[in-house]
């Protein structure tokens, strides 16, 4: 298979990964779908301090899923749904959901499966984790909350599934902020081997596909993903109460089967589920994304920073725009820049 059409993160950042292992960041020049100019700004990582909690959590049924969430701003206001990744929760979102919700906005900021107070309706559902089965729990949570069409904002899994409601279910979506870009997955893209300072960067994942790393990950789950946090925004000072606040999203029953879950099946290891097979295979074609869109690069996508890898993607209005000095958590460590991403988008037309 080309490598035109590998699509998922391990392409985009393939030439990122060996950048991070060499110590360098590289300056990069603009990426743009349609004629729209690219920004490159310095931003200085928030030094997150405790700030107020969220307002008290809610729990609703949708699809498979009981879904604690978070729903802040005028309930008549547009909506955006703001979705985290692994190794985060909806902590990711403090800062910015108050800044969108004094603009107006509905925001809702859901725990996916496997995190925080969500949890599968029934013992019997497999602790499935593969990319559209995560894409549906947040097309059954707009349906729960009778929402027709939202911004879909998000980083790590929270931007994969992003593209993938914006590429399977356009209807839903009013626009996408996607952190990194396009990371749809291609299953037989994923089994060709890249560089070994590549390889290096992705060792999470091998670890998990063994017997050996499950039990270590579910052993040592706070101080492995600390590490991780360290690792992916080595200039972002946060401190242990921050740190706590979202670890204790992993005390999930299911936490450690949906991480394992979902690197394996990335990796050809672990089977997803029949019901699911239509929606891979449209991904695997790695569809356009047609609604308008920002992408957002930092620190950590290192010489792919500029986005020239997937701006093809993006078909709709689009610009793309680069945080120097910004690790992955880009809405915890630049809450005004992603706030302020979501708002220029919505603008878009």
């Given at each position: 298979m080309s490598r035109e059409i590998n699509y998922d993160r391990r392409h985009f950042l393939s030439t990122a990964m060996m950048t991070v292992a060499a110590g360098q960041f590289i300056e990069i020049d603009s990426a743009d779908a349609?004629?729209?100019?690219?920004?490159?700004?310095?931003?200085?990582?928030?030094?997150?301090?405790?700030q107020p909690p969220f307002g008290p959590l809610k729990q609703i049924d949708a699809g498979v899923l009981n879904v604690g969430y978070v729903d802040a701003g005028p309930a008549t206001g547009p909506a955006v749904m703001l979705l985290h990744g692994w190794p985060y929760d909806?902590?990711?979102?403090?800062?910015?959901?108050?800044?969108l919700a004094a603009k107006g906005y509905r925001v809702i900021v859901p725990y996916l499966r496997g995190y925080g107070s969500t949890r599968f309706l029934s013992t019997d559902t497999f602790r499935n984790a593969q990319q559209s089965a995560v894409a549906l729990d947040m097309i059954a949570l707009l349906d729960a909350l009778k929402i027709q069409k939202a911004i879909i904002a998000g980083f790590d899994w929270g931007a994969r599934t992003a593209d993938?409601?914006?590429?399977?279910?356009?209807d839903r979506c009013k626009a996408i902020v996607s952190v990194s870009g396009y990371l749809i997955t291609n299953l037989a893209a994923n089994l060709q081997p890249l560089p070994p300072a590549?390889?290096?960067?992705?060792?999470?994942?091998?670890?998990?596909?063994?017997?050996?790393?499950?039990?270590?990950?579910?052993?040592?789950?706070?101080?492995?993903n600390k590490l991780i946090w360290k690792n992916v925004s080595p200039k972002w000072r946060f401190d242990d109460a921050t740190y706590d606040r979202t670890a204790a999203a992993f005390n999930n029953p299911d936490h450690v089967s949906i991480v394992i879950h979902n690197y394996r099946w990335r990796l050809g290891l672990a089977k997803g589920?029949?019901?699911?097979?239509?929606?891979?295979?449209?991904?695997?074609?790695?569809?356009v994304i047609t609604v308008p869109a920002i992408t957002i690069a930092s620190d950590f996508d290192g010489a792919a920073a500029d986005g020239a890898s997937y701006a093809k993607k993006f078909s709709g209005k689009y610009?793309?725009?680069?945080?120097?000095?910004?690790?992955?958590?880009?809405?915890?460590?630049?809450?005004?820049?992603?706030?302020e991403a979501i708002v220029e988008v919505d603008g878009y037309r």
């Open positions: 349609q004629p729209s100019a690219a920004t490159s700004t310095a931003v200085t990582a928030t030094r997150p301090e405790m909806i902590h990711s979102f403090v800062d910015v959901a108050p800044l993938i409601m914006a590429a399977l279910w356009p590549v390889e290096w960067g992705w060792w999470y994942q091998y670890y998990f596909a063994t017997e050996r790393g499950e039990r270590g990950y579910r052993e040592n789950c706070r101080e492995f589920e029949p019901q699911y097979d239509d929606f891979e295979q449209r991904l695997f074609a790695g569809p610009s793309h725009q680069v945080l120097k000095g910004i690790g992955h958590n880009v809405p915890q460590e630049a809450p005004k820049a992603f706030a």
